[in-house]
């Protein structure tokens, strides 16, 4: 099986920073793309940040300038930088991956969530 666990969620000021990082784990073949989500109290969750396998990422027009994501292969991570942080920005934060994992031989893609991390900003 397959786990995704996040880390680096917290309380801060507007115009602060926070870094989030999402490792995955388990009987993993190949990570295709990672990307971060959020859903704030009563809102849809959507798309802040994605990045393939090759590097190439994109980001919501909400958060460009601000907010960077990376990526780690070798440690199966991905992280999202987040600066000059806004109230808007709270919401829970959560980590994607579309892994390939193996079992007993055999391959399977299936689409991974983290558990959720809240990032809150308020002054």
């Known amino acids: 099986q397959v786990q995704l666990v996040e880390s680096g969620g917290g309380s801060v000021q507007p115009g602060g920073s926070l870094r989030l990082a999402c490792a995955a784990s388990g009987s993993i073949f190949h990570i295709n793309t990672m990307g971060w989500y959020r859903q704030a109290p009563g809102k849809q969750r959507e798309l802040v940040a994605t990045?393939?396998?090759?590097?190439?990422?994109n980001c919501a027009d909400s958060v460009k300038g601000r907010f960077t994501i990376s990526r780690d292969n070798a440690k199966n991570t991905v992280y999202l930088q987040m600066n000059s942080l806004k109230p808007e920005d709270t919401a829970v934060y959560y980590c994607n991956a579309f892994i390939i994992w193996s079992s007993a031989g055999a391959l399977a893609p299936r689409d991974y969530w983290g558990q959720g991390t809240q990032v809150t900003v308020s002054s």
């Open positions: 990045i393939t396998s090759g590097g190439s990422s």
